[in-house]
């Protein structure tokens, strides 16, 4: 009989979103009325930005037309989609990437899985506490952890807790770790980082020889102007770090799925016996054995987001998200309860009142008020005691949401 990979038998029982859809479902069994806000998984819910859906109905029609027709496309990305970004994304912020560097992909929750494929399975791995959970179980799936413990943690990997006490940013390790997870501005916990906090991070990933794993997926939504949006406007990151980016919250691409990994020619890792490798040609070999490529329509959709009308709409979808979060920081904080985030970042992250367990308050939030967020446990241990609250929903919901917390919740 076939064996299986074992190391999925480390896994909890259920991924932390299809346990809460799993909730969710059964409660609306049980309660066919019940009006169910969902502001827990991060899914955007506005309509694509116009120029966006533009780009792609022309290129619908260009795969109607022989002389236009696309099939398989570059497994990097069209060449005139990563200038943009690198144009814009980068440069514009003094960022040294070019083109070459730029990976497009179908997610980058994808691809910060498919990192490990080029990554060796003894490497000492960081991530935060709490963490989004992908980073943690796709190095259980590759076979890089041992078992989980009491705590939740798994054998193998560093935590590094992130509190208010720390204000929700990762203290630099005193041990040597070799991958470092970080994400900024953070998911679950809403935090951005300052530029001299990543500065220390760089110099420490320099000086050990370690790489960071940089994801940006929410540097949009920095409202911030001295907070960096990229790990690259670091002098030396270049030579220590690997960053991934989306268009699923920015601009709405959750269903249509795009997204880029940066990976500089100038970082290198080392073989078991000691010489020093470019990732940059692993990355592109792995790409190019394992994936096809984004579409050519989606692409040309992402492609508008940098016109001057989708930069326009975007900025106005983003916008409207963070003042949904400013709606669910006010109203909360005026029954009060301690929340952070939400001020660069779209999710706001709430100390769970009356001493409830962050699936307690699930559960109540679910049974009482009919809204639906994100146990703070299901990202880590240290998320305890906590509970995220996602600003991706209409203005409509959100108002009406913080109307029934606030009717069942108020001190």
């Known amino acids: 009989m076939a064996r299986i990979n074992d190391s999925y038998l480390k896994l909890k029982a259920g991924y932390l979103f299809p346990e809460i859809g799993r909730r969710v479902s059964a409660f609306a069994q049980a309660n066919p009325d019940a009006k169910i806000i969902r502001l827990g998984i991060g899914d955007v819910t506005e309509p694509l930005p116009q120029a966006c859906r533009d780009a792609m109905v022309l290129a619908v029609h260009d795969m109607g037309d022989r002389s236009k027709f696309k099939g398989y496309g570059p497994e990097q990305g069209y060449e005139w989609l990563r200038e943009k970004i690198a144009t814009q994304d980068f440069k514009a912020r003094g960022c040294d990437i070019d083109a070459s560097e730029i990976f497009i992909s179908d997610g980058s929750k994808c691809d910060c899985g498919a990192i490990l494929d080029i990554l060796g399975s003894d490497n000492r791995i960081a991530v935060t506490d709490p963490v989004y959970p992908v980073y943690v179980d ?6 890089n952890t041992g078992d989980m413990n009491d705590k939740g943690e798994y054998d193998g990997l560093v935590y590094l807790p992130i509190t208010a006490e720390n204000d ?3 203290a630099i390790p005193t041990e040597k770790v070799d991958l470092i997870y970080l994400c900024f501005p953070n998911n679950p916990t809403g935090a951005t980082a300052t530029k001299a906090h990543l500065e220390a991070w760089v110099a420490y990933a320099r000086k050990h020889g370690s790489i960071i794993l940089f994801d940006a997926a929410y540097e949009a939504f ?5 907070m960096p949006h990229s790990i690259f406007e670091i002098e030396g990151a270049r030579d220590c770090a690997i960053e991934f980016r989306s268009f699923s919250k920015n601009a709405g691409f959750t269903g249509t799925r795009c997204a880029m990994t940066v990976v500089p020619k100038s970082l290198k890792g080392k ?18 054995t394992k994936f096809n490529g984004v579409s050519y329509i989606v692409q040309r959709g992402a492609e508008a987001v940098y016109s001057p009308e989708g930069q326009a709409q975007t900025k106005a979808l983003i916008q409207f998200y963070m003042e949904n979060a400013k709606i669910i920081l006010d109203r909360l904080t005026a029954i009060g309860i301690s929340v952070y ?27 009482v008020c009919n809204v639906v967020g994100t146990p703070g446990s299901g990202f880590g241990a240290a998320g305890e005691g906590y509970f995220r609250i996602s600003a991706f929903n209409s203005r409509e919901n959100v108002n009406e949401a913080m109307d029934r917390i606030e009717a069942k919740f108020k001190a």
């Open 222 to 226: 920095i409202q911030d102007p001295d």
């Open 138 to 143: 796709t190095n259980v799936m590759a076979g």
């Open 271 to 288: 073989t078991k016996d000691g010489q020093d490798v470019e990732l940059w040609g692993l990355w592109n070999r792995r790409q190019s």
């Open 168 to 170: 929700f940013t990762a």
């Open 341 to 367: 985030g939400g001020t660069n970042a779209p999710y706001v992250w709430v100390k769970t009142p009356q001493g409830l367990s962050s699936w307690d308050f699930f559960d109540k939030l679910l049974s």
